[in-house]
């Protein structure tokens, strides 16, 4: 895909924004290039909000947010801009099982282990175990302590949903939101906190229609 938009891949087939971050100064130093982090920039995680300003504008009542997180560009613009415009809103964090994430929302620390390493799990863009270093102030301040963690069978479960009942293409770290809305988790925390109205934000349609997860 990448060869298919004119891009210019350099150093890899593929490779991690956290891995190849010499490899970016190197161009930057050399060719003048601007590097654009992939999650932990102001500008990147702004991007994002603009999905809570069509989402309170269209319903301004509502209760929270489910949102994917990886490097956490992504949840905390969606935080941020949604806390801003209505305090009250609860944002719950949608992780793969291994990312730890409730762990160190509890206890306002980086629990995880170093050096940064990417996890098993079929949702290829949540592989990222930590957040970024300007994410996670965000996500430890404004996110809900408690989060939705699920494994490859109920993220696949998700997706399948999503083709066979709304008709669209969804790859798995989107889909993960709509598996982590159906959970008995999330219907616990929705009794708990009196949650009625919830947006799920599906993220990303990159699927190989080849290797479907079920």
């Not at 949604?82 to 009250?88: H, N, Q």
């Not at 993960?176 to 349609?205: N, P, W, Y």
Request: hydrophobic content about 45%; overall charge negative; glycine content about 8%.
């Amino acid at each position: 895909m990448s060869i298919m938009i004119g891009a210019t891949v350099v150093g890899a087939s593929m490779c991690f924004y956290l891995h190849s971050q010499g490899t970016c100064d190197e161009l930057e130093a050399e060719r003048g290039l601007t590097p654009i982090p992939s999650y932990d920039h102001p500008d990147v995680m702004a991007g994002p909000g603009t999905i809570s300003l069509e989402l309170l504008e269209q319903v301004p009542d509502l209760d929270a947010i489910l949102v994917p997180i990886s490097g956490g560009g992504l949840a905390s613009g969606v935080i941020m801009a949604a806390k801003s415009i209505r305090p009250s809103i609860k944002v719950f964090i949608v992780e793969p099982k291994e990312k730890m994430l409730q762990k160190c929302l509890e206890s306002g620390e980086r629990l995880w282990p170093n050096p940064p390493r990417m996890m098993s799990t079929i949702a290829d863009g949540m592989r990222l175990q930590q957040p970024g270093h300007l994410t996670w102030p965000i996500l430890r301040d404004m996110a809900e302590k408690s989060t939705v963690a699920l494994d490859d069978d109920e993220i696949a479960t998700g997706m399948k949903f999503a083709f066979e009942r709304m008709k669209i293409v969804v790859e798995p770290s989107g889909a993960s939101t709509i598996a982590a809305v159906l959970s008995d988790r999330f219907q616990d925390l929705a009794k708990e906190h009196g949650i009625k109205r919830v947006a799920v934000v599906i993220s990303g349609g990159n699927v190989d229609l080849n290797k479907l997860p079920w």
